[in-house]
Nanobody, 126 residues
Framework: QLQLVESGGGLVQPGGSLRLSCAAS????????IAWFRQAPGKEREGVSS????????KYADSVKGRFTISRDNAKRTVYLQMNSLKPADTAIYYC???????????????????WGQGTQVTVSS
């Protein structure tokens, strides 16, 4: 059974860093585009970043460019999201999602992904 499991969330002060992990089980990541989304209370789920199956192509939302970095280790079946210079506005539940395509044009659309993890909470507060 295909599963995605996020980890690495927590409470961090503004300006701090966290690294989220998305571990896959039941399938190999090699052929999948993986994305990170987030959802804050009362807001819609939004795309944060995506990475193509090869890792060559990465995309970022404007709000996180220069602060977040997505990467993947297909041998470990894991995708990472390094988050630096965190702000209170980054507080949300973070989800990873998978699409069995090497690359996706509209990576920020939730409808593009058929597989989702259950999320990990990130709270940025002093």
């Amino acid at each position: 059974q295909l599963q995605l499991v996020e980890s690495g969330g927590g409470l961090v002060q503004p300006g701090g860093s966290l690294r989220l992990s998305c571990a896959a089980s039941g399938f190999t990541l090699d052929y999948y585009t993986i994305a990170w989304f987030r959802q804050a209370p009362g807001k819609e789920r939004e795309g944060v970043s995506s990475i193509s199956s090869s890792g060559v192509s990465t995309k970022y939302a404007d709000s996180v460019k220069g602060r977040f970095t997505i990467s993947r280790d297909n041998a470990k079946r894991t995708v990472y999201l390094q988050m630096n210079s965190l702000k209170p506005a980054d507080t949300a539940i973070y989800y990873c999602a998978a699409n069995r395509s090497p690359i996706i044009t509209y990576w920020y659309r939730t409808q593009a992904y058929g597989y989702w993890g259950q999320g990990t909470q990130v709270t940025v507060s002093s």
